[in-house]
Every structure is written in C-alpha cells, then in structure tokens.
C-alpha cells in the first residue's frame, strides 16, 4: 500500500508536507537542548541542516525518527502525531551501523520490506549504489565509503519516505565524499523520498538542499532557500556568495 | 608453499624430541619402568586395555559424565546470562549474588557436595554443573553487554520485532564472547571430571588411574594422564572449530587457517 504510493512518477507534490515539527523542545535532565523549533519537510523536499557541533541537530534527527520523545510540542508525519519509532524515517549515521556478521546482502535485506521479494529489492538498491558486485562480502574488507555506500542502500530498501541522514559522509576523505554527494543526489532526483541531511560541511549544504537551515543552540537562526537547477556547480560565484553568508552565520556569535 | 609445510611441522618437533630422549632413556635402563615406564609400555598398555574393552568403556562414562555436566550447567548460565544481559531489573535482583557464589572455589565445595548427595553420580554432575556454569554465564552478559548500542539502535530504527533484533543483533553480536566463555568451561570441566573421578567412582579414566594406582601399574596411571590431555586437546580443537565457523565474519578468526 505505502509502497504503491511511493512508487507513483513525480508530480507537482512539493505543497504537501510530510513530517511537520512544531513548537518542539527537547530536555536532557536540566539541559535544553532543543528550542522551541519549528520545521515542515515537504515530499520530496532535500533540507540540509548545518550547525556547530553540540548545537543539537543530531537530537532533532532523533526526534524526527521517532528514537526519542519531544519535552514539548509535537511532531506530526503525514498529519498523524508521531509516537513510537517513525515508520517512514530511517536515519543513517556517520558510522556506517553495518552489522558485521552478515552479508552486505544480508545487512540490505534485513531493511527490505519483508515480503518474498526481499533479496530482489536489496539487490536493485545495491546496484543502485553501484556494489551489486560485493553482496557476498563481509562489511569487514569493505572501505569506509563503500560501507556508507551500503548504509544507503539499506536505507533505500527499506522503502522509507524520509531519509534522516546524521553527517554520513564526515568520516570519508574528500574525494569519495563529492562522489557519494553527488550519488545521494542522483538517487534522490530518481526515487521519490525526502532527505532532511545533518552536515558541518557548508559548501555541501549548499550544493545538496532545496533549503539550507542553519542551527545554533537548539535554535533556527536562518533559513535559505535554494532554487538553483542541478547538479550545482560549486564554483558558481551565487553558490560562493551563499556559502559565505552561510558560512559567516555559522561562524558568527 | 614450502614454509607452510615447515609451519606444520615446527610445533611437533619439541614433543617429538622429547618422546625419542624418554624412550631411549627407557631403553637404556636409566629410568626403571616403577617411576616412569616408556612411552611403548604406555602405548601397549593402552592397546591391552582396549581389547579388554576397559578403556573403551571408561572413556565413554568419563564422557557422558563431562557432556551431561557441560550440557546442563552451560545450558542454565547461558539462560541466566541472556536473562540478565537483556534485563535490568533481572540484573538488578540476581547478578550481585551470583557473584558472591562465583567466589567459592566450586572444588571447595566437595565436603558440602558429598553431605549432600553422597558419592554417586549426582555429586560428580553436580560439580561439573557448577564448575561451567560461571565461565558461560559471565561471558554471555559480558558479549550481550558489549554490543555497539548503534547496532541496536540501527535494529530498533529499521523496525525490527524484539525476535528479530534478538536473533539478529543481540545473538549474533555476543557470540564471540559466549565461545570464549565456552572455551574456559570445558577447561573447568576437564579439570572437575578429574578431580570427581578421583574422590570415589567405579567407572571413568579418573577410577582408572586410582584403581591402576592401587596395583602399581605406572604405565595405566600414565595411559589415564595422557588421555585427559588428549581429551582436553580434542575439545579445544572443537570449540576452535566453532569460532572459525561462527565467526567468519571476523578478520580476527578467519584470518587463521
Ligand atoms: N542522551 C543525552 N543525554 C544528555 N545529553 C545529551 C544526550 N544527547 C545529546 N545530549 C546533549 O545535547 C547537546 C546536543 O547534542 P547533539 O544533538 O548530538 O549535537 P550535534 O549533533 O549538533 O553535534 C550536546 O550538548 C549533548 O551533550
Ligand atoms: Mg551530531
């Protein structure tokens, strides 16, 4: 059923808001961590958050899969109030969270809905990643990359409509990560998820989101959007000109 | 290809060495076979033995003893462990006390043991029990403590059923510890089964040896000391075994061949 909508061409859908979060504040103890925040995630929608490190934006991403519970306010996905795990979210972390001891298949299929054509499912998002060719191996011998490569695959199986993605290319080295922006990219273009994605990387912000959000203690301090066609080219002097106003806000106070 | 045939043979060179120095110091008289018979007479008392069907029939109760044992103490200290691993409330309540119990060494106990159920089959499969059971119940909440809490919190987001984020995360991920608890326990067990054996019995390699003693025959009482190695050896080789194909997934265990 959820997977039938999903699977429906692209239409003009970006109105419709899939996850909205309002009013939320999240308390560790006597620590606020979380503000009063307030952010809708349209379908098919790519909102990147950037933000110093500690400023929470890995707690909103647990919140918004549904990992933890808001101190207040709530968080509604597909107009329902969200409790216990969120069904259509799946996050995805700078460790690749592979379990070891299964196959790059097997790690794949456990994310599959399970129905009979699990492995079939695992196997096109494996080759949608480009690892078809390594679903025997252990996740041991693969590279960082290739790990993520199939932490994302695993996501896509899984069929979700919201990818919370918390850093997932902070641990690659330069390289790989353009190739793995722009992989993320070309999938996302091609299946109909949205993607809220956590990075201290602004330039990757800025080439990635539809809307760049930027956070600083458990705070919203500045919203863009970006309406520029794809792929993005990093040098264009609106995108330099972005990043640095982006950059600064970051930076400043 | 030539190094690894040599690889092979380096660690059965020594034990080798010193069977040839033992026989030949035999052979030469300088050790009387009242103190030390020759590694032959030890062999041919093993043969003798076998066409009595004596050592056949020993081997098999000391075996059935040690797995029974093995079997019930490691089935309970695993189920306690998985008890206490998964539940903190269950922790709460029952680890602090097994940990006080872990502190009497079990042979200690042998007194108590026999008060208890005498000299019979129960006491022997008693200390055994007791003996394997701490090994594999430390190791299985050590394993289920140990697992990288992003692995299950991986499990939980992909909508695992409780079943499925224990038999695929939990199981799986404390495997490598249970085996090692697995290992030392068929220690203990080998070492229990021998001091049962010894305190009074009518079966088994230990009753051998005693009763061997009794008549001064050196070699049987050698026979019995070789066999609990060799059994201790086989058992290692099991669990070995197991972990190289349990643990495949890990470089740290099929990197060996
Ligand atoms: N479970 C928790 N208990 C207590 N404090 C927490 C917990 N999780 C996060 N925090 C605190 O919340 C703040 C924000 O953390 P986090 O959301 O991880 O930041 P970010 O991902 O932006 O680096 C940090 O100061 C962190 O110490
Ligand atoms: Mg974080």
């Known amino acids: 059923m959820v997977q039938a909508i999903l699977n429906q061409p692209i239409q003009e859908t970006r109105k419709t808001p899939l996850v909205q979060v309002s009013r939320v504040s999240k308390q560790f103890g006597k620590k606020r961590v979380l503000h009063e925040i307030d952010l809708e995630v349209a379908e098919h929608e790519l909102v990147v958050v950037v933000g110093r490190s500690g400023c929470g934006k890995s707690t909103m991403l647990r919140l918004l899969a549904g990992l933890e519970t808001a101190t207040e306010g709530q968080i509604f996905v597909d107009g329902l109030g969200l409790r216990g795990a969120n069904a259509v979210a799946r996050l995805m972390f700078q460790n690749s969270a592979l379990l070891p001891w299964k196959t790059v298949l097997g790690n794949v299929v456990l994310a599959a809905p399970r129905t009979s054509d699990a492995p079939a499912v695992a196997m096109e998002a494996l080759s949608q990643v480009g690892l078809a060719d390594r679903a025997k191996d252990w996740p041991a011998i693969l590279s960082g990359g290739q790990q993520q490569r199939v932490a994302l695959a695993r996501a896509l199986a899984s069929q979700a409509g919201l990818l919370l993605l918390d850093e997932p290319l902070g641990a690659l080295d330069a390289l790989t990560r353009l190739e793995m922006q722009a992989l993320i990219e070309k999938i996302w273009i091609k299946r109909r998820f949205s993607i809220v994605l956590v990075t201290h990387d602004v330039e990757e912000a800025v080439t990635l989101g539809d809307r760049v959000l930027v956070m600083d203690r458990g705070q919203f301090v500045l919203e863009k959007e970006i309406l520029m066609a794809r792929p993005r080219t990093r040098t264009s002097p609106e995108l330099v000109e972005l990043k640095e106003e982006i950059l600064s806000r970051v930076m400043g106070s | ?257």
Request: hydrophobic share 55%; charged share 10%; proline share 5%.
């Open chain 2, 1 to 257: 290809m030539k190094s690894a045939a040599i690889n092979q043979i380096l660690p059965w060179l020594l034990p080798l060495g010193l069977l040839a120095v033992w026989q030949s110091l035999s052979s030469a008289g300088i050790l009387t076979g009242r103190i030390l018979p020759s590694p032959v007479a030890v062999v041919l008392a093993g043969v003798h033995l076998t066409q009595t069907g004596e050592l056949p029939l020993h081997l098999f109760e000391s075996f059935r003893r040690a797995a029974t044992g093995l079997l019930i103490g490691g089935s309970i200290g695993f189920l306690l462990g998985l008890l206490n691993g998964l539940s903190v409330l269950a922790d709460r309540v029952l680890d602090s006390s097994v940990q006080m119990v872990r502190n009497i060494p079990h042979l200690a106990m042998i007194p108590l043991v026999i008060l208890w159920f005498g000299i019979g089959e129960e006491a022997k499969l008693f200390l055994i029990t007791i003996g394997v059971f701490f090994p594999i119940y430390i190791n299985t909440v050590h394993g289920i403590r140990s697992i990288d809490p992003r692995l299950i919190e991986m499990g939980r987001s992909y909508g695992l059923s409780r079943l499925g984020l224990f038999l695929n995360v939990i199981l799986p991920g404390a495997l490598p510890s249970i085996l090692v608890g697995l290992r030392y326990a068929l220690g203990i067990m080998w070492l229990t089964l021998i001091v049962a054996e010894t305190i009074a019995c009518d079966n088994g390699i230990g009753y051998m040896t005693m009763n061997a003693r009794d008549f001064l025959q050196t070699d049987v009482v050698l026979l019995g000391i070789c066999l609990y190695a060799l059994l201790g050896k086989a058992a290692d080789m099991v669990t070995r075994l197991l972990e190289r194909r349990l643990l495949s997934w890990n470089p740290a265990y099929n990197s060996i061949t």
